[in-house]
């Protein structure tokens, strides 16, 4: 099962609401990513956790802060967002953050910042 | 220059033909590549990694130039279903993605 699932598939959200995005894995991997992919554009890494501790942030814009509750969950919080931030939010898992291991990407969620 | 540079496309091919795509990279220190695949407005799924020695998968041929600093795909027998934008990933420490190639089989 290389099955990574994200939740909601599309998010509607104005400037001053708070919402998030959700990540889950049951593949025991210890390494997962969240990027962000605008319209004709390849995927932007944005954080990476390895082993449940932030390793990575690609400095994100705090309006975005990310949460690792347990190592099958990664969370995005979402708040005072602007209308760029509208774009596809993808969450990739690997065994682990060593250079050889592959990326399972989620099927993403869809924002759009009104 | 880029990270990693693709040729954005598209290339567009008849059915049965075959392709080939690019991908330079300018960081002599990757240690580690791949070739997914994105359909519209779905997520990347890895179509292949990619080894020293080159390695194939059915249709499909990776090869690895480290000398140059470029992988490349060759795709065979070109199906509709091929058609989608073909992504490189560049591995050192991060992942770094190229842009994309686009490619449209036509019947």
């Known amino acids: 099962d290389t099955e990574v699932t994200q939740t909601p598939k599309h998010l509607v959200m104005g400037m001053t609401n708070k919402k998030s995005l959700k990540c889950e894995q049951h593949?025991?991997?210890?390494?997962m990513y969240w990027y962000k992919q605008k319209a004709k554009k390849p995927p932007e890494l944005m954080f990476v956790?390895?082993?449940?501790?932030?390793?990575i942030n690609e400095s994100v814009p705090s309006r975005f802060s990310p949460e690792c509750p347990n190592s099958s969950l990664l969370n995005l919080h979402l708040h005072a967002l602007q209308p760029e931030d509208s774009a596809l939010y993808l969450c990739?898992?690997?065994?682990?953050?060593?250079?050889?291991?592959?990326?399972?990407f989620g099927p993403g969620t869809r924002l759009l910042v009104l | 220059r880029k990270e990693v540079e693709q040729d954005p496309g598209p290339f567009n091919v008849p059915e049965g033909a075959t392709v080939a795509f690019n991908c330079t990279y300018s960081?002599?220190?990757?240690?580690?590549f791949f070739w997914y695949r994105q359909d519209c407005r779905k997520e990347p799924k890895l179509l292949m990694s990619?080894?020293?020695s080159g390695n194939e998968d059915g249709r499909f041929t990776a090869q690895l130039n480290r000398a140059s600093q470029y992988i490349s795909l060759l795709i065979r027998d070109s199906k509709l279903s091929d058609s989608a934008t073909y992504l490189c990933?560049?591995?050192?420490?991060?992942?770094?993605f190229g842009t994309g190639t686009k490619l449209q089989v036509i019947p």
């Open positions: 990739a898992s690997s065994q682990d953050e060593q250079v050889q291991e592959t990326q399972y």
């Open positions: 593949m025991g991997h210890r390494a």
């Open positions: 956790y390895s082993y449940e501790k932030l390793s």
């Open positions: 960081n002599s220190a990757s240690q580690s």
């Open positions: 990619v080894y020293s």
């Open positions: 990933v560049v591995k050192r420490w991060r992942v770094t």
